[in-house]
DNA sequence: TAATAGAACTGGTATTAACCAGTATGCTAA
DNA sequence: TTAGCATACTGGTTAATACCAGTTCTATTA
């Protein structure tokens, strides 16, 4: 047990420390609540600076793994794991969470002139063209929801079908075609009623309540990629989400 | 302008740096995008030490306020200011952006035992006690959702109708009567129909769809403090939050 | 015996120093 | 003129060191 740091590695030391005592945690090393060994201790153990220590503490403290009381000590956090952004509000891991299995329908991948507000938001400029996305959501092959998606893409940038089909996340598309990686997002839920067209795709009644939820995703540098609509079926979709008090 | 820092002042340096440069951020004395000093200018204009001053932009980077580019520089973030959690979830703060008056009715407060599920929740023993709030949310004076809120206090600990009215915000009193910092929480949203008694307090029909926000939040050290559910009126009330990506 | 002072831990803040790794720019050589 | 490389910026990582500030426990003292 108890892996080594390699100095010759090109992942910096703290990450890799940072890696070591994830495991330890996830391997149940130490038990909820329980402190683990102190910076001091750590830094003759793994032959690194207290600095290095820190940082990799600084690391999982944000990630919720760890958590610090001065005078005391650093204890392992009692929350089952945390998932990132994409996971919790990823549909198919919360369909997965449900005993659902997942599943998606492609209707349609174009390239359209949204409307004025869609650009806005998108801080794109007037009559400019976005990648539009449409999708069916499934849960054990009985429709959930209906994605659509706006993707502000660069000038010769391209999704295919075949892309969406093969890694299933536009967003592991966008970070490993585009590097535009997913950092944060603003989002709206509320409750509208179902017209006609959309009724008959979610296989409901017109005038059924539905959940919209809108978000808008900014990447690594703040700017917006992503407006996405989706509308679920109400009696069959919960939204999970994790908060954090942003201060210190 | 550009105050200094105060060697002596109990906060800490890199705090104090934190906060003149969030000030002039929100002074707008440099554009959004536009690139603050770097970090060994900074170093010498405040004759701190450029660990110091890295802290205080991690700080900010983490609250949204500056990201960095490797090999550019640190920039001003176009986003609009962010909100901790309490603001974001805030049922008052989403009003106002509203534009309508928030207010509340506080119905009663008092000692129960609650379901085996929510003791479970709040990680309290079977059959223990929990102080139970249940209030009416109101929007210019008319009703939007109604609210249950149990919180674990420790023995001895008391809130009171007085110290809610004057405060208004239950996360304060716990903040400043209890050091219990709300930290972070789970939340779900879902849809469901109004009961007859439902109706009757949000001034709806029976059966009108209505959101129902489930919160349990935790303190500093991971620990439940309240668990609470809010029922929405669908036709008035949009929830809005803002996801973080947790990974690095 | 009980209260208290202090030692010995814990994490928190700050400095100095050095080098690595991306990015932009301007000069130089083809 | 232009491709490419050197250079001088930027932030990123790591170290060694010192001292401050809470917490816990023990040994001393009243």
Do not use: C
Not at 113 to 136: A, F, K
């Amino acid at each position: 047990m108890s892996s080594l740091i390699d100095p010759d590695s090109s992942a910096p030391k703290y990450m890799q420390l940072a890696t070591i005592i994830k495991q330890q945690i996830e391997a149940e090393i130490w038990q909820p609540r329980q402190a683990i060994p102190s910076e001091r201790q750590l830094e003759s153990q793994y032959a690194v600076s207290r600095p290095t220590i820190r940082q990799a503490i600084d690391y999982l403290e944000r990630l919720g793994y760890l958590y610090r009381e001065h005078g005391r000590g650093t204890f392992v956090s009692p929350q089952k794991l945390q998932k990132g952004m994409q996971e919790l509000t990823s549909f198919s891991e919360d369909l997965q969470r449900r005993g659902l299995q997942p599943g998606q329908i492609i209707r349609s991948i174009s390239w359209v002139t949204p409307s004025e507000s869609i650009l806005r938001r998108l801080e794109r400029p007037s009559g400019s063209q976005v990648l539009q996305i449409d999708r069916i959501r499934l849960g054990d092959d009985s429709p959930i929801g209906l994605q659509t998606s706006f993707v502000a893409l660069g000038a010769g940038e391209e999704i295919t079908r075949t892309d969406l089909e093969r890694s299933g996340s536009l967003y592991r598309i966008l970070e490993d075609k585009f590097n535009q990686i997913p950092t944060e997002a603003d989002e709206t839920l509320e409750i509208t009623l179902a017209t006609v067209e959309e009724a008959a795709l979610l296989h409901i009644k017109p005038d059924a309540p539905l959940l919209l939820n809108e978000r808008l995703t900014y990447n690594q540098n703040r700017r917006p990629i992503e407006f996405v609509k989706i509308l679920y079926r109400g009696d069959r979709y919960r939204y999970i989400t994790r908060l954090f008090r942003s201060s210190k």
